[in-house]
């Protein structure tokens, strides 16, 4: 399996608290990836990186920052969170290559109350 | 953009054949994969395309027709462990990935 967790798994927090949620990675991948997962809406792209300090934007972006200091660690951002993004959150990393292939990691159950 | 779309349920009989459909539309198109989903666990990655045809990995076998821009994955010798979900992807590029919205396979006895 590829070297991927996420922390933490679990989180009940209250609506406009910061929350961060953090990537760590031991494969030394240079991209990698946060999604969001409700039902009937798949996995959505929040934010990738393509390197150390270099993030883009993805579809859902709205509400969430990244940061990418460290080749093995990418930290998801909610700066005030918000009821609507209640949603299980999980990172990806990409091997070099043409291929899609990713690997994710157990996911973070985020709820907002 | 990009935009997906396979069936949201399938149901299928133990031992027998699935095919999972899956069409898309997108500006950049590198390849199709295929992932799966069980409940309360993260996807795994199954089967890439990036020519056209049928790639086979032991009882899974995904199909890329890029001129039809449509994809599907077969399943063979269907197992109660192959209830889950499964989601298709197009790649555009090395960065982003688009998925599908999913379809939950159901394998009864």
């Known amino acids: 399996d590829a070297g991927i967790t996420q922390s933490p798994r679990h989180k009940v927090t209250e609506t406009g608290t910061p929350v961060t949620l953090r990537c760590h990675q031991t494969?030394?991948?240079?991209?990698m990836y946060w999604y969001r997962q409700d039902p009937g809406h798949g996995l959505r792209l929040i934010h990738y990186?393509?390197?150390?300090?270099?993030?883009d934007k993805g579809e859902v972006s709205d509400g969430y920052s990244v940061s990418r200091s460290k080749t093995e660690d990418f930290l998801l951002t909610l700066e005030s969170a918000t009821s609507s993004q209640t949603s299980v959150y999980f990172c990806?990393?990409?091997?070099?290559?043409?291929?899609?292939?990713?690997?994710f990691g157990p996911g973070t159950r985020l709820t907002v109350t | 953009g990009q935009s997906l779309e396979q069936p949201s349920e399938v149901t299928a009989v133990e031992g027998a054949i699935v095919q999972i459909n899956c069409t898309y539309q997108?500006?950049?198109?590198?390849?199709l994969s295929w992932y799966q989903q069980h409940d309360g666990g993260a996807p795994t990655f199954l089967s890439y395309?990036?020519?056209?045809g049928l790639e086979e990995t032991g009882r899974f076998s995904s199909f890329l027709s890029r001129s039809d821009s449509y994809g599907y994955l077969l399943l063979q010798e269907l197992q109660m462990k192959d209830s889950a979900s499964y989601f298709c992807?197009?790649?555009?590029?090395?960065?982003?990935?688009?998925f599908g919205t999913g379809t939950k396979l159901q394998v009864i006895p």
């Open positions: 990186s393509y390197g150390v300090k270099d993030t």
């Open positions: 990806a990393i990409r091997p070099p290559g043409p291929s899609s292939e990713q690997y």
């Open positions: 395309n990036a020519l056209d």
């Open positions: 992807a197009v790649s555009g590029g090395y960065q982003k990935v688009t």
């Open positions: 997108t500006s950049g198109f590198y390849g």
């Open positions: 494969e030394n991948h240079r991209y």
